[in-house]
């Protein structure tokens, strides 16, 4: 082996790629900013949730103490934890605010709440939760944060049931005075049977269909672009735009295959559950397919080679992922990205989806994200006719 011809093979691939700007760009700030995009999203303080009270507790007048209300003590407890914001409301208000997405959970607090409290075996608080549902996770973590504030809350309130109700045969001063809580909760979207995959999985969906969809019609346009294909092309009397509409046809073929096949999969193979119509997915998915075979031509007209198609992925692909609701809802992003966020395509694809597969929306209600989709789509053709060029630079 001769050590002077390695080093100067060395030499050459280094100075190749130091005078390749977007390769220094991948390589130096590509990383840069995809860990600065990370530290802000994992360092944001976390959201704090609408949290809906319907209180018509009125209490229990107790000797020596006064009117007790257990349930105002529980709504003071909750509001001094710092995780909710809390709305009060009437019964009436429950689905509505849950539906437009001004309350996440509503507990309610009847008339006898404090008399059931302190007459009941064992002194066990019930409380009625009502939850929006589509984010199983978000669920889990308002029915604990509840029954942690109750339980603090009804910590005070162990002496006055002991004086309100002695132990019972058979069952201890602890037993009697514990004050134990259940959360008895209901759904008005998806419910307990849905689990935190279900929830990833509308923008899994959308991901993967618009991942893989923008990287073949990237490596399938510049191949064409490459080989002289393009050239020939623009020599004959068809125009750009005739092009672009001839080449997103036939891409667009082999995408709506794809979407298929990863939909079909994941709701037959993988068996995630779903609200709406199949019918309304398979378009949302579509339309986003169509959204990825536009930009993955737009973007191909920039690149020289497939390496530089990879350069697109930071760039294009992983910020969507970041910012369009996959990992974090779009209402937690902190307000300076929140905007970055609406110019994603991937945004109101994964929006129409949860929509549809977790709170079975029908097209009446989804059509605004379906619209943008379609302007996406277009205004991505339209540049790619105005950028394709004949050859390879």
């Known amino acids: 082996m001769n050590r002077k011809r390695v080093v ?3 030499r050459r691939v280094v100075r190749q790629i130091a005078h390749d700007r977007r390769t220094v760009a991948l390589v130096i700030v590509a990383p840069m900013l995809m860990l600065a995009l990370g530290a802000i999203l994992f360092r944001a303080e976390a959201a704090v949730i609408p949290l809906g009270v319907v209180n018509q507790d009125i209490g229990m007048k107790l000797p020596g103490i006064g009117n007790l209300a257990a349930g105002q003590r529980i709504i003071d407890e909750l509001a001094a934890s710092g995780a909710f914001d809390l709305i009060p409301l009437r019964l009436e208000e429950i689905d509505e605010r849950l539906r437009d997405g001004s309350a996440q959970g509503v507990v309610t607090f009847p008339a006898d709440f404090t008399v059931q409290l302190l007459s009941s075996p064992g002194h066990r608080a019930f409380l009625d939760l009502r939850l929006e549902g589509s984010n199983p996770g978000r669920s889990q973590l308002i029915a604990a944060r509840i029954t942690e504030g109750a339980v603090k809350a009804m910590v005070g309130l162990n002496r006055v049931g ?58 399938a346009f510049l191949r064409e672009r490459s080989q002289g294909t393009m050239e020939r092309l623009l020599a004959t009397p068809v125009t750009r735009l005739e092009i672009i509409l001839g080449y997103l046809g036939g891409l667009g073929i082999v995408a ?54 990879i350069q697109f992925i930071p760039i294009i692909i992983i910020p969507q992922a970041l910012l369009s609701g996959m990992v974090w809802p779009l209402e937690e992003l902190p307000g300076y990205l929140r905007p970055l966020a609406y110019l994603m395509p991937l945004s109101y694809a994964n929006r129409a989806l949860r929509d549809i597969m977790l709170r079975g ?25 105005l950028t394709v060029r004949r050859e390879v630079a």
């Open 162 to 219: 002991a004086t309100a109700s002695q132990p019972t045969d058979g069952q201890s001063e602890s037993q009697a005075v514990g004050l134990p809580v259940t959360v008895n909760t209901t759904y008005l979207y998806a419910g307990s049977s849905f689990d935190l995959m279900d929830y990833i999985a509308p923008v899994y969906i959308a991901f993967l269909s618009f991942f893989f969809v923008f990287l073949l019609t990237c490596v």
């Open 361 to 385: 929306l029908n097209l009446t209600a989804i059509w605004p994200n379906l619209l943008i989709l379609a302007t996406f789509a277009i205004v991505f053709v339209a540049l790619g006719a």
């Open 8 to 10: 100067a093979l060395a």
């Open 256 to 309: 709506l295959i794809q979407v298929a096949v990863i939909l079909l999969f994941t709701i037959w193979v993988i068996k995630i559950h779903y609200l709406g119509s199949l019918a309304l997915l398979f378009l949302v998915v579509a339309l986003l397919a169509l959204v990825g075979v536009g930009l993955g031509i737009l973007a191909s007209t920039f690149a020289r080679n497939e390496f530089q198609v």
